[in-house]
């Protein structure tokens, strides 16, 4: 048949190409010479065979046509099917490690290291992958070699020998026979002489995996190898052998486990491989992709993946790395392939994943309606991600130009504030256009992932107090970043002297913004690995000016949006704010399983790290506002009004009342008297009781006890109260309706039951007068001179007798004693000398211990397997000094008890 008389010849002729760069019968008219048949025959089988994806052409002049497989057989890189010359052919094949993901990202300096290994005179260096199972070691020993063959290193047909130490590891004399090759009779069995690897790798590559499971005496011959070039067969007195091997190891253990230092140091190439989770996003989308291309060509077929899968994909941690990932993928792809019907395609989603990759990430709702990203074998990856060139990036030029004209005028027609005017609306404009024009689905993963990284830089900046983040600017910056990466090649910076003349306006006048512009850019260029140019600078800038997000006085109320599903509340926030010409609104996006505490903590985080403002309304959607009130931070120095309701005339409304400056008292009234809906007024802790809370684990008497003496020490003036309460209600967060609109200024007692944020103080602190964490938590509310008269009547109130007699009913002078004896027994018993502080606990604790043990509650809850950690030795010395207790009042000290007195005897200080 024709068409495969004309394959034949041109593999034929391909081959001659592939050996001598020769281009001699491949052209349609060479071929339809040497088959005597007419041209246009040929032609027509040469544009079927192109289609069939069996042929590249290259479209020169006269136009060229190679065999494909042919072609990658002997290591060139192909992509495409058209190429514009030869040139260009050749060079994409000589780039071996741009088939390598993450080549010019997280392996840039692994492929660097890599290819000057190889090119070093004469015979290359050595070289070590360090990585994970799965890190993709092997794959880069073959693209090494592919790498030396094309940079002619090495010959076209160099071996690449592999061999896997592993699986020899329990019989190391086989491992060096196979390496380093045997004389006859070197071992039973040996019956007659062999060869090695090194031997068949000579001219080319030996790759060694898993090489910590050489036995030092082989990784003794190989670095004699490494130096010399020559080694010993097993068996072998007298003669060396040589061979010119180059060498690549890789392993799974780091470097000082398993080799010999001689050896890694004969070893100059060191190339570390990170873990697949530890990449850019960017990057393991790509692998993803670019994994699923690979099921689609093998199979044939075109695949769809829902976006939740590929969110599910790209935040596994796959222990086994991108090998773990690869087989995943091709375990769906299977899976599904068994079902596909007739040309239908492949449908991928979260319901086939295999049951270990259980449970699901929790924030998939983020992502939205469920979306398809159908990938074929034609399917372009960079595009898919985005990456394509987009008419969007005009956009930016353009604004830009117009932005040059406007300050060519500056100064004639225009004066500053019409300038600055005009210039704003037109950058608020765009990036409006940019955050409206949502991108595909497939891009969404991105913009989500830019989303998050341009948060973080700008949570940083805000910790710098140099800006105020708000979701609204994430979002809009996230949107111009995400327009920014589409670009593949860069429009020349403009060397017009008006943008240098802006730069210098800017500088003059904006000194604040223009400086966070540079630093947020220097942010982005680092976290995105994108280059941003000075009109970057320049447009971010004006954002920032227009969009007020640095940190200034202002004494407006704030207006905080919160609203379930990705950039819902952002884009109502946007759209408030652009309508009423004023930044009012900031926005957080939840997603649908977002916790209540979670919630709570946020608007809490937000209010607090707002220090510019005293008042702000919350408009929350359907759910959110019970849970709102609950965690707000009982501190706060702030009204809150909130409001349950997000619709877009509502944020309207309630901006026209901000922007009026009605107080949100005022704002929450008018809803009420207008609308059916919930509403709450949370009021600033000023109008609040004050409140410090004694406790104790022997029970409410001991409380009150403590509670008495705190009240001696405290003026009734000062408006403090003091309640005792429970411990195990406190411990169980269940604080009560009396604290509720009161404002906890610290705990006191003998056991820390840890309530968010309420500073806790030892009762043993306050005896032995060690104590600064009241006089801090009375400081806002007391003068210097009242808080060093309330510490006074502490050090008065709170002696040791004093204390000893409220936590026991036994007689306090006889338990000081008895403490006494026991603490001085322990000194001499342990030979150490026992710290005051730790002293006045264990005069508190045991008096507690006692009082406890008389009426029958001792504490039981020490872990078991703490107790097991304590040294038994421990226990006995103590039996004997507490035996004087336990005889006397006829109690059992049990281990838990003791395990509580080990602790503060030994963790506690
Ligand atoms: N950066 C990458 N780009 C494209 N494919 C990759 C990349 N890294 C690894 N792979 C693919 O992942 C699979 C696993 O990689 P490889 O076998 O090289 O890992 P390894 O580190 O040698 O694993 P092991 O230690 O388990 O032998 C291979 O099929 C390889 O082609």
Redesign the pocket.
Known sequence: MLKNKIIACIEQQTQHFIDTQETIGLTAREISLELSQKRNTVSKYLNQLLEQGKLIKITSRPVLFLAKDLLLACGYSIERTVYESLTQLTQQSEQVFS?????EGS?RTAVQQIESAIMYPDNGLPLI?F???????????SLAHQYAINQHCIKQDAPLIIL?CAQYANNPELLSSLLFGYTKGAFTGAEEEKSGLLAAADGGFLFL??VHRLSPESQEKLFIFIDKGVYTPLGEVKETKTAHVRLIF?T?ENREQFLLTTFIRRIPIQIE?PELIDRREKERLE?IY??FKEEASILNATISISNRMIHVLLNYTFK????E??NIIKYLCALQYRKKKNNSQLVINTSILPDEMYPLPDNLDLLGPVKNIIISDQTNILELQGLGTSNDLSKIDKLFDEIILLYKELDHNLSKNDFLKKVLLKVDLMMDSLVFNQPNESNRLLLQMINRKVKTIMEFLEDEDRLKVFSTSVFSISNYVFYRMQQTILKEESQDSSLLGLKNFLINNYSDSYENARNMILLLENKFDIYLHSKDEILLTFYIISSNILHQQSNQIKALILAHGFATASSLANVGNRLLNQHIFDAFDMSLDTTAQEIGRNVDDYIRGNKICQEFIILVDMGSLQEIEKFIHPNNQITIGIINNVTTSFVLQVGQMIISRESPETIINHIQQHHTLDVKLHLPVKNQRKVLITTCMTGIGTANQIKHLLEESLHPDYGIEVLAMDYHSLKHNNIGEQLQLTEIIALIGTDNPKINDVPYIPLEKLISGEDDVLTEALTPLLTIEKIEEVNRKIIKNFSLEKVIESITILDSETVINEIEEIISQLEILFNRKIENKIQMTLYVHIGCLIERLIRNQPILGYSQTQLEKIPPSFFEVMKKVLSGIENKYSVTIPSSELGYLYDILYMYH
Do not use: M, P, R
């Open positions: 088939k390598l993901i993450g080549s392996l992958l990585g994970a199972s799965g890190s993709g070691k092997s794959y880069i020993a896997n995996d898993e890789a799974t491989l692998l670019h994994f086994g790395n991108v090998g990932l690869k």
